[in-house]
């Protein structure tokens, strides 16, 4: 069973910046790719990036490339994603997952375990 908690959400400026982290109770971390997706109101839930399990590849939706850096410390159980130049469409509940072998990173089926979210608001 893995358990992620989810941290580092809140309210923040359009263009500005924030850091989510992801805290992983698991003792084989480095065996699950992570991913990041993310549910604005009246909205499906949705990729956002994801970063296999050695960091070696790494994938994120066309909307978030280039502002979004998605990373992972095996040594802390703890995946990241800075944030930055931040619209308010970025504005959601953004939540991490963990999945063993996913066959497509991108898809919300493929991870097993589900942090409970962090809420993300940029004003404009």
């Known amino acids: 069973q893995v358990q992620l908690v989810e941290s580092g959400g809140g309210l923040v400026q359009a263009g500005g910046s924030l850091r989510l982290s992801c805290a992983a109770s698991?003792?084989?971390?480095?065996?699950?790719?992570m991913g990041w997706f993310r549910q604005a109101p009246g909205k499906e839930r949705e990729f956002v990036a994801a970063?296999?399990?050695?960091?070696?590849?790494?994938n994120y939706a066309d909307s978030v490339k280039g502002r979004f850096t998605i990373s992972r410390d095996n040594a802390k159980n703890t995946v990241y994603l800075q944030m930055n130049s931040l619209k308010p469409d970025d504005t959601a509940v953004y939540y991490c997952?963990?999945?063993?072998?996913?066959?497509?990173?991108?898809?919300?089926?493929?991870?097993?375990?589900w942090g409970q979210g962090t809420q993300v608001t940029v004003s404009s």
């Open positions: 997952a963990a999945a063993p072998s996913p066959r497509w990173a991108r898809r919300d089926q493929e991870y097993d375990y």
């Open positions: 698991v003792r084989t971390f480095s065996s699950y790719y």
């Open positions: 970063v296999s399990w050695g960091s070696t590849t790494t």
